[in-house]
Each structure stands twice: as C-alpha cells, then as structure tokens.
C-alpha cells in the first residue's frame, strides 16, 4: 500500500534542526512522532486532523487508544505512538520530585504538581508526604472523583503517612473547571483531615486546590 510521506513542503525534522524545536507548531510536532500519513493525506495533515479532534491539546493527555484509532488514517502503530510520546511527557511531569525535594511552603508544593494536575480531567486527590525536615519522602493519588468527606477519608491518608515514616502531610486536589476557588466542601474535608491529622500527631501543614496555572492554599485562607 502507497504511504504518502512529507512533501517537500512539509519538513517538520529540517525545521526542528535548523530553528530548534521550539519553532515547531503542535502540528508539526505531532506529524514528527506519526512519522507518515494516510494514502490520502500528508502526514501534517493528518496530525492537524487528530489535534482538531480535540478541544485543545492538553486535552490529548486523556486520550484512549481506541480513541485515536476511530480517527481515519491512525492504526495501531500510530496509536501507540502517540500514546507513547504522551506518557514520556506525564512522566517527565513526575519527576519534578527530584527537583523540589524539600516543600517549604504551598509555593513549593503547587510547583511539584502543577504541571501534572492543572490539566487533569477528573478530580484527584493527591498527597505528598514529609520528614521531619520537609524532604519529600513519597507521594500518592490516594482518591479520584468529586470530592465529598465520604469519599475522602482520613483513615486512607494516614495509613500512607503512617507507612511511609511521615512526619506531615500536604495534599492537593484540582478543580477541572480551572477554578481554583474552594468549595464548602473542600473546607469540610479539609477540616475532617486537620482534625486527624492533629489527634496521630502527623500534622496537615496544607490542603491546595489546583487550577489551571493557579492554586489555592486553604492554609494561608486561614480556613485551619
């Protein structure tokens, strides 16, 4: 079967060696990991197609393989490589822990997840563990869905605290709407978790809601 390969015009790999790949549009970016097109389609035109499926591109990070394979012209091996290329960026994301190894404060904290929780589009609830020295020593989606103080239990938080030889804990959790305002029941849950954290003797230090490129720290709201 014929492959229609990049035209002459379109040379997505000399622009990202000539100009870095900085240069490149997500277009093109895209067409470098699907690597050809279609028998009808360039390959440029075939990522635009893939990307327009979408609302915007972040939204590709919860992309499904069947999901991709619906769009005409991506098989299996392109799939694959584009699911690919986007968990290597999610995992990039993750490493972030090594950069930030000690929280000092909910600047520190929204650092280390940012990146990987502004986008998200279902709720998580995410907690980072400490030492007595605020050295990150584990962490951890504990919950995902709406949040509600029945769902988010203290008993299942502690338990990793308590696991892992913490001394603190911060938790996190987005708001998809990009929002980064609390709810009455984010206040709640935060309250439920101070409340145990204070009777184990391993504190709450802070509870912050990300949006997108924003958070909130309920601690510096005075909400405990």
């Known amino acids: 079967m014929f492959i229609r390969e990049m035209s002459h015009t379109e040379k997505p790999r000399e622009r990202l060696?000539?100009?870095?790949?900085?240069?490149?549009?997500?277009?093109e970016l895209l067409a470098i990991i699907l690597e050809t097109g279609s028998k009808t389609e360039s390959v440029v035109d075939l990522?635009?197609?893939?990307?327009?499926?979408?609302?915007?591109?972040?939204?590709?990070?919860?992309?499904s393989l069947q999901e991709l394979m619906q769009i005409k012209g991506?098989?299996?091996?392109?799939?694959?490589?584009?699911?690919?290329?986007?968990?290597?960026?999610?995992?990039?994301?993750?490493?972030?822990?090594?950069?930030?190894?000690?929280?000092?404060?909910?600047?520190?904290?929204?650092?280390?997840?940012?990146?990987?929780?502004?986008?998200?589009?279902?709720?998580?609830?995410?907690?980072?563990?400490?030492?007595?020295r605020n050295k990150l020593v584990h962490r951890e989606t504990i919950f995902i869905g709406s949040l509600n103080s029945s769902v988010v239990h203290p008993r299942e938080i502690f338990k990793q605290a308590m696991k892992h030889s913490a001394?603190?804990?911060?938790?996190?959790?987005?708001?998809?709407?990009?929002?980064?305002s609390p709810s009455h029941q984010d206040i709640t849950v935060t309250k439920r978790l101070k409340k145990a954290g204070d009777l184990l003797g391993i504190?709450?230090?802070?509870?912050?809601?990300?949006?997108?490129n924003s958070f909130t720290s309920l601690k510096q709201e005075g909400y405990f």
């Open 203 to 212: 504190p709450l230090i802070d509870h912050i809601i990300i949006g997108h």
């Open 47 to 63: 990522a635009n197609k893939v990307i327009s499926k979408f609302v915007d591109i972040s939204e590709m990070r919860e992309a």
């Open 74 to 132: 991506i098989g299996l091996a392109k799939a694959a490589k584009v699911l690919a290329a986007i968990e290597i960026s999610k995992r990039i994301g993750q490493q972030k822990t090594l950069e930030f190894p000690v929280i000092r404060g909910p600047q520190d904290g929204a650092d280390l997840v940012m990146q990987e929780m502004s986008l998200l589009s279902q709720e998580h609830f995410h907690c980072i563990f400490l030492s007595t």
């Open 17 to 27: 060696q000539k100009k870095g790949v900085s240069s490149l549009s997500n277009a």
């Open 167 to 180: 001394a603190s804990v911060m938790c996190f959790h987005n708001h998809p709407s990009g929002d980064a």
